[in-house]
């Protein structure tokens, strides 16, 4: 019994930390929400010095807002790879081919937490190992151990922010910071994050 207990109480601090969710933690919408056309045809862009991210980034956000009917296009594939200095140009260049929004995501942030699972102890420490994140061992045992404790994970929190702007007024319609604890890779934090973001600017009517 005391080894079972031991386990689940393990299995419940890994699934806890393991469990990739995604949520908005901040967001802003115009004021004049009500007076503003909804964004039909965007440019994706996602903010980052890692190219692969970059199209992985773009990629995912033009096929989720895409998937709930905007016209939506990454960014790479109309202004190519070099990083874009001169903004006002690539707005005129953007809304002489027809589009009338932007949609930028970029990290912001990311920070690495440690939970630990708490002890049952009887008056027995006994013999036991303490489960490490990412499916390794602590290794650790005898009678010795950190009372009070003995399972340890190691998890990431990521903080995305995400912003749409009208190149028919020229502002910023939305922003919003999205936070995701413990992706399974970067393609499951864009994936996450792409999803929440393009549910949200299709539900309240700012694209689409």
């Known amino acids: 019994m005391r080894h079972e207990l031991r386990a689940l109480a393990i299995a419940a601090v890994a699934g806890a ?3 990739a969710s995604t949520t908005i933690e901040q967001a802003w919408t115009t004021p004049t929400v009500a007076t503003q056309p909804p964004l039909q045809k965007v440019v994706t862009m996602f903010i980052s010095n890692n190219q692969t991210m970059q199209h ?19 960014g790479y594939t109309i202004l190519g790879d070099q990083k874009q200095t001169d903004l006002e140009l690539v707005k005129v260049r953007l809304r002489e081919a027809g589009y009338d929004g932007v949609v930028t995501m ?3 942030d990311r920070e690495q937490r440690v939970d630990y699972s708490p002890a049952t102890f009887d008056g027995y420490w006994g013999t036991w ?27 990431d929190i990521y903080r995305l922010e995400t ?28 994936g ?3 999803k929440v973001v393009a549910t949200q600017l299709t539900k309240r009517g700012l694209a689409g």
């Open 17 to 19: 930390a393991c469990g």
């Open 56 to 74: 992985a980034g773009e990629d995912r956000m033009a096929a989720d807002l895409a998937a709930r009917g905007v016209h939506a296009t990454p």
């Open 106 to 108: 970029r990290i912001v």
């Open 129 to 155: 190992g303490g489960y490490y994140g990412w499916g390794g061992y602590y290794g650790w045992g005898g009678n010795y151990g950190y009372p009070g404790y003995y399972g340890i994970y190691t998890y």
């Open 163 to 190: 912003a749409a702007y009208s190149l028919v007024t020229n502002r910023l319609v939305w922003s919003a910071l999205t936070k995701t604890v413990d992706p399974e890779g970067a393609h499951k934090l864009l």
């Open 192 to 194: 996450d994050t792409s």
